[in-house]
T-cell receptor
Framework: DTEVTQTPKHLVMGMTNKKSLKCEQHMGHRAMYWYKQKAKKPPELMFVYSYEKLSINESVPSRFSPECPNSSLLNLHLHALQPEDSALYLC???????????????FGPGTRLTVT | QKEVEQNSGPLSVPEGAIASLNCTYSDRVSQSFFWYRQYSGKSPELIMSIYSNGDKEDGRFTAQLNKASQYVSLLIRDSQPSDSATYLCAVIGDDKIIFGKGTRLHILP
């Protein structure tokens, strides 16, 4: 089973709203990732969690706040977003963040976010 | 700045022919290489991973790696209309996966 689930599938929010994106995997993976993808662009790494600790933050604005409550769950808290933050937000997981095959990342279906 | 380069396409291939997708990378010490398929509006799907020089076959897909030339390719045999998608080449660099910009593949019925 290589399934990563994400909720919600679609989200429309105003610039003053607070919302959260959720991601879950049951593959026993110890690394989880958040990506942002704009149309016709590759995924852009935002955050990496390894063994439930934040290991990489790609200089993401503080209006995006990640959280890893346990090894299966990953959240992305959103606050005071801008219209340019509208994108497909992808969660991914991998066995670990080192060792060749451990880098194989499996993506969830994504959340399509629109900021109005 | 570590880079992964792909021709953006579109690459148009007749149904039943072989589609050849190419990728070059700048980091000579990279050890892990991946191909993802992404349909429009959907998330990337891992279709091949390769770690050693040479060919790796999985069904209609063959990944080829040449570390000396810093080149990785994906061949799709007997191309089907359902293969029409964007193919992302990805390479591990600095303990992070680095994606190319993707090649749009269009299979002509």
């Amino acid at each position: 089973d290589t399934e990563v689930t994400q909720t919600p599938k679609h989200l429309v929010m105003g610039m003053t709203n607070k919302k959260s994106l959720k991601c879950e995997q049951h593959m026993g993976h110890r690394a989880m990732y958040w990506y942002k993808q704009k149309a016709k662009k590759p995924p852009e790494l935002m955050f990496v969690y390894s063994y439930e600790k934040l290991s990489i933050n790609e200089s993401v604005p503080s209006r995006f706040s990640p959280e890893c409550p346990n090894s299966s769950l990953l959240n992305l808290h959103l606050h005071a977003l801008q219209p340019e933050d509208s994108a497909l937000y992808l969660c991914a997981s991998s066995q670990q963040t080192s060792g060749m095959s451990s880098y194989e990342q499996y993506f969830g279906p994504g959340t399509r976010l629109t900021v109005t | 700045q570590k880079e992964v380069e792909q021709n953006s396409g579109p690459l148009s291939v007749p149904e039943g022919a072989i589609a050849s997708l190419n990728c070059t990378y700048s980091d000579r010490v990279s050890q892990s290489f991946f191909w993802y398929r992404q349909y429009s509006g959907k998330s990337p799907e891992l279709i091949m991973s390769i770690y050693s020089n040479g060919d790796k076959e999985d069904g209609r897909f063959t990944a080829q790696l040449n570390k000396a030339s810093q080149y990785v390719s994906l061949l799709i045999r007997d191309s089907q209309p359902s293969d029409s998608a964007t193919y992302l080449c990805a390479v591990i660099g600095d303990d992070k996966i680095i994606f190319g910009k993707g090649t749009r593949l269009h299979i002509l019925p």
